[in-house]
Nanobody
Framework: QLQLVESGGGLVQAGGSLRLSCTASGRTFSSYAMGWFRQAPGKEREFVAAISKSGGSTYYADSLKGRVTISRDNAKNTVDLQMDNLKAEDTAVYSC????????????????WGQGTQVTVSS
């Protein structure tokens, strides 16, 4: 089992920034690619960003490119999501996920999920 715990969510004004963090425990963190997803009220969960096991490769949802940056620290078992220029439509529960599979062409199959952290952007 890999346990994932997110932190860093909260209330922010439109145009502001927020940095989410996900801390893993239980298994070898570097054996998993990591990703972030979000789910807004009444909507389906959508992919945000993913990063390879080594951190050398990333890919992003087209709608969020340029506003979000994913990074990881395998020594600290953490994966972060930096979000800038936030908009009201970014309001959602953000969850991190771990996948044994990854490719920069979009292969990411979550095996473990965190509980999520709420991000609310006020306009």
């Amino acid at each position: 089992q890999l346990q994932l715990v997110e932190s860093g969510g909260g209330l922010v004004q439109a145009g502001g920034s927020l940095r989410l963090s996900c801390t893993a425990s239980g298994r070898t963190f570097s054996s998993y690619a990591m990703g972030w997803f979000r789910q807004a009220p009444g909507k389906e969960r959508e992919f945000v960003a993913a990063i390879s096991k080594s951190g050398g490769s990333t890919y992003y949802a087209d709608s969020l490119k340029g506003r979000v940056t994913i990074s990881r620290d395998n020594a600290k078992n953490t994966v972060d999501l930096q979000m800038d220029n936030l908009k009201a439509e970014d309001t959602a529960v953000y969850s991190c996920a771990a996948s044994p599979f990854y490719s920069s062409l979009g292969l990411f199959r979550p095996e473990y999920w965190g509980q999520g952290t709420q991000v609310t952007v006020s306009s």
